[in-house]
């Protein structure tokens, strides 16, 4: 396990941008018959998502989420000494997306650019690259944008993946000051487990072919995607965030000194309302400290985490403990906990 401390690095303000087409999960797909989908949607809790429209990338809806968030909180583009962008959908595999972005929003050359390429534990491990490289009093600000148009990546044929993920941006600004005080990090991953959520092809250790992009029956209910589509074994997954995910929220508050009580939000993965409410009757919080996207926005990935932050607690962020938690493919899962004197929220962008 890694844990980490920094001192004096915090949240000033975020935005969130979300597509505007609204699935209606229940009439989603013509594959199943009514009686499965409501099954599936019921047990989820994922009522609702965004897709993004052909042509729109993750990078446009981080774009419309930055432009917002520097219109809203006087934020001046020329003090963003770092960009970090977070996501598994890039607009190419090359160049960097980070990099395309500085030259859109209008940053200057000298700002140092990341992307990161992790799924729904994403968030928190950017906010640690981000907050460590912070920490250096040569940089003044710091953006961190992370996006996903997951939309594209499942097949519509899957009823394992058919209804859980959509798309959506976040901005978020970073800035050191004493009033931010201590945040503490749990940062773990385990690449045994690395086939529990994967798209098999497209990349160089299976390139992409006529063959990888034919879809197929893969199992015996029926379901079919092809080896460009992404894959999901629920049971399993399932299975590893009730072993590893309340031990790591008990290891970051051991690391801050916090106890459950003294968590004002915890701000979950919205992975489905399933895995959430085990994890609330598990560590036994009180449900009104636990926001919740899923059932309007679905599994936006690494974005969930921030985007439920945008959407649920505007206005509610002032001296405030909050304890973020995110876990998936890799697989890999982080905690954190960070105090929130006053995080500056916008609202929420239809791009």
Not at 138 to 160: C, F, I, Q
Not at 302 to 327: A, D, M, Q
Request: proline letters at 3%; aromatic letters at 10%; a neutral charge.
């Amino acid at each position: 396990m890694a844990t980490l401390v920094f001192k004096n690095v915090g949240i000033h303000s975020m935005a969130a941008a979300v597509p505007r087409k609204i699935i209606d999960n229940y009439r989603y797909t013509d594959y199943f018959s009514e009686e499965e989908v409501k099954q599936v949607v019921d047990k989820t809790g994922v009522y609702q998502r965004r897709f993004a429209e052909p042509g729109t990338c993750s990078s446009d809806l981080c774009f419309a989420a930055a432009n917002k968030l520097f219109e809203d909180q006087n934020v001046k583009k020329e003090e963003i000494d770092l960009l970090v962008f977070i996501s598994q959908t890039p607009d190419y595999r090359m160049p960097a997306t980070s990099v395309i972005l500085q030259e859109r929003l209008g940053l200057g050359n000298g700002t140092i650019t990341l992307d990161l390429n992790l799924g729904c534990s994403g968030f928190i491990f950017g906010l640690s690259v981000v907050y460590s490289l912070m920490e250096r009093k040569s940089l003044r600000k710091a953006l961190l944008l992370d996006g996903e148009t997951r939309s594209r990546v499942y097949s519509p044929k899957d009823r394992k993946t058919a209804f859980l993920f959509g798309d959506a941006g976040v901005a978020a600004v970073i800035e050191r000051g004493s009033k931010y005080g201590s945040s503490f990090f749990s940062l773990n991953s385990d690449g045994s487990k690395e086939d529990l959520i994967k798209i098999k092809a497209g990349g160089y250790r299976y390139p992409s072919s006529a063959d990888t992009m034919r879809e197929k029956v893969i199992d015996e209910y029926g379901n079919i995607r092809s080896d460009e589509h992404g894959y999901m074994d629920g049971g399993d997954v399932f299975n590893f965030v009730i072993k590893e995910v309340p031990q790591d929220i008990k290891r970051v508050l051991e690391l801050s000194g916090k106890s459950l009580t003294q968590i004002d939000y915890f701000i979950f993965h919205q992975a489905n309302s399933f895995i959430n409410n085990y994890l609330i009757n598990k560590l036994k919080i009180d449900p009104d400290k636990t926001p919740s996207t899923v059932g309007r926005f679905g599994n936006t990935s690494s974005v969930s985490i921030p985007l439920t932050i945008v959407s649920e607690l505007k206005g509610r962020l002032k001296s405030k403990n909050l304890l973020l938690s995110g876990f998936g493919v890799g697989m890999t899962w982080a905690s954190c906990q960070i105090y929130s004197p006053e995080c500056h929220l916008s609202d929420i962008v239809e791009y």
